[in-house]
């Protein structure tokens, strides 16, 4: 996607508000994706590290589509190192000793059940952390396509070629990505009693 | 649970979430957008522009306008430039003709005119 060519560049300012805006939706997206809390703040910053070394001194204007393809580029590396790693472990394991895996610790396991140090919450509240947490695994299980077509479309509300664009993909395989995921995540929500609606268009 | 939800309201109840991040990981994204900032690309003018917007020889106008009366500047500089330097090999070289002059007058040309 093509600046206009009056567009200005962005200052130091506009790009801190910008990532100051985006950091947290952008960890969640990294938790959706790797479920692991280091390695999404890791995550988080490789993408703002390579937005203000590459992109810095682009429009601000075109920071939200720049940042969501570095992040999701970003996750796509995890993923791919991940799969080395754990191809090089498999391998060498096979030929060490299991002792490691038993080492636990049984006090480890014992629930702080006596422990009133955080305060009960209160009904509504709890109804809706259990509304979110059942939202959160549902996304959480969708295919990462899907889920990235669909977060970038319902939640950063960046249009069909502003998520076309960030994933790298063609506007209608966007569409077919959100169409999917909305309904895959309609079934798994209507299994936990909740009705989710949309406009077809 | 029995519950009506639009799709809307799914990003809403993200946005809610994102407020309930523990204080250790809010500290942790905060110094992360710090050290991005320090590494911020900046397209740096180069160093004649920089000294010539320093002595207020460059007015800044925001916009198109003020782009062209810079790059129109520029051009005029180069042309200057241009002239200055054919009009002093000009010069030069008929000085060396009007010195070649004189020494073949005097019958002083020196040993060099002769070696090819």
């Known amino acids: 996607m093509a600046a206009p060519r009056s567009a200005t560049l962005s200052t130091r300012e506009q790009l801190s508000d910008f990532l100051a805006s985006v950091e947290r939706r952008a960890y969640k997206h990294a938790m959706f994706a790797v479920r692991d809390e280091h390695v999404a703040l890791d995550i988080v910053q490789d993408a703002m590290l390579k937005l203000a070394e ?16 570095i992040l999701q580029n970003t996750i796509l590396d995890h993923f791919r190192r991940q799969k080395v790693r754990s191809y090089w472990l498999t391998l060498f394991s096979s030929f060490t000793p299991h002792y490691a895996e038993e080492e636990v610790d049984p006090l480890d396991l014992l629930e702080d059940t006596e422990n009133a140090s955080q305060p009960q919450q209160p009904d509504a509240s709890l109804r ?26 319902y939640w950063e509300q960046l249009d069909t070629a502003e998520t076309a664009a960030a994933m790298g993909c063609s506007e209608g395989s966007v569409k077919t990505h959100c169409s999917r995921a909305t309904h895959t995540l309609a079934a798994m929500l209507k299994e936990k009693g909740i009705d989710l609606s949309w406009d077809s268009n | 649970m029995g519950l009506k939800l639009n ?11 994102t407020t309930q991040l523990d204080y250790g990981t809010l500290d942790k994204l905060h110094t992360a957008r710090r050290t991005a900032l320090q590494y911020q690309q900046t397209r740096q003018p180069a160093p004649v522009l920089s000294w010539l917007n320093e002595h207020g020889l460059i007015h800044h106008h925001h916009g198109h306008h003020g782009h062209k009366a810079l790059n129109f ?35 002083d040309l020196p040993v060099d005119m002769y070696v090819d």
């Not at chain 1, 509304?131 to 077509?149: M, V």
């Open chain 2, 7 to 17: 799709i809307n309201d799914v990003g809403q109840l993200l946005n809610r979430s």
């Open chain 1, 128 to 153: 809706q952390a259990q509304l979110l947490a059942t939202i959160e695994a549902a996304l959480s299980s969708l295919p990462a396509r899907q889920r990235e077509a669909f977060l970038l479309r």
């Open chain 1, 54 to 69: 590459r992109y810095g001194d682009k429009p601000a204007e075109e920071f939200p589509m720049l940042f969501h393809r």
């Open chain 2, 73 to 107: 500047g520029m051009a005029v500089l180069l042309v200057a430039v241009l002239i200055g330097g054919v009009s002093y090999w000009q010069h030069s070289y008929e000085h060396d003709h009007s010195d070649i002059d004189i020494a073949i007058l005097t019958d």
